[in-house]
């Protein structure tokens, strides 16, 4: 398995301010991705963090909205700009391992008022 | 892309019978499928997974079976308790490290 923390656990932030999202791995991996969950819907991927090289965003998802970094191989942060009442979300990055296996962080609960 | 559909959105079954949940891919090319727990306010926790070169895989009482034919797979939860209600998603991948593609979800109640 892995070993994945992410912080803050959840937040209640106000419109047109800006929150950071951190990732942390127990180990080095090649895939890292972030994910928003939208109260009793599915999982929704916004973008893949690519180490050394800008993420690559889904459709419906842009740069300047949600910024993402990845300075190594276990670490990567999401950054949700200038927010809005509709990105009240939980958001969740994920680790895939070699094996192809995907493991989730515990989420960010997010609240924009 | 992929499109993965996951059927029924909601099931209610009495504790100890069976539940069954199905799923469906379009892109033949997909060859690993993992299914997903989701229990209230927690991350998606993976309980079993099924590769395309297998046809049934089983883990206690829970089962995954595929078919590569008709490009749908299944998850069988057999002798269910109270503690196997929770949401379940199915997804499919294609290689390993690619882009995952989610169900829509199944919400599970076991009645006691």
């Known amino acids: 398995s892995a070993v994945i923390s992410q912080k803050p656990s959840r937040d209640i932030c106000q419109r047109g301010t800006s929150l950071t999202i951190q990732c942390q791995v127990d180990?080095?991996?090649?895939?890292m991705f972030w994910y928003r969950q939208q109260p009793g819907q599915s999982l929704t991927l916004i973008a893949t963090a690519n180490q050394g090289s800008e993420a690559t965003y889904e459709s419906g998802f842009v740069i300047d909205k949600f910024p993402i970094s990845r300075p190594n191989l276990t670490f990567s942060t999401l950054t949700v700009s200038n927010m809005s009442p509709e990105d009240s979300s939980i958001y969740l990055c994920?680790?895939?391992?070699?094996?192809?296996?995907?493991?989730f962080g515990p989420g960010t609960r997010l609240t924009v008022l | 892309g992929e499109n993965v559909e996951q059927h029924p959105s909601t099931l209610s079954v009495q504790e100890g019978d069976s539940a069954v949940i199905k799923c469906t891919y379009s892109?033949?090319?997909?060859?690993?499928f993992p299914w997903y727990k989701q229990e209230l306010g927690k991350r998606p926790q993976l309980i079993i997974d099924i590769r395309s070169n297998v046809g049934e895989k089983k883990d206690q009482r829970i089962a995954v079976t595929l078919n590569k034919t008709a490009k749908h797979f299944s998850l069988h939860i057999t002798e269910t308790q109270p503690e196997d209600s929770a949401v379940y998603f199915c997804a499919a991948s294609i290689g390993t490290g690619n882009q995952f593609y989610f169900g829509t979800g199944t919400s599970l109640t076991v009645i006691p």
């Open positions: 180990s080095q991996v090649t895939m």
């Open positions: 994920s680790v895939v391992r070699p094996s192809g296996t995907q493991y």
């Open positions: 892109d033949s090319a997909s060859n690993y």
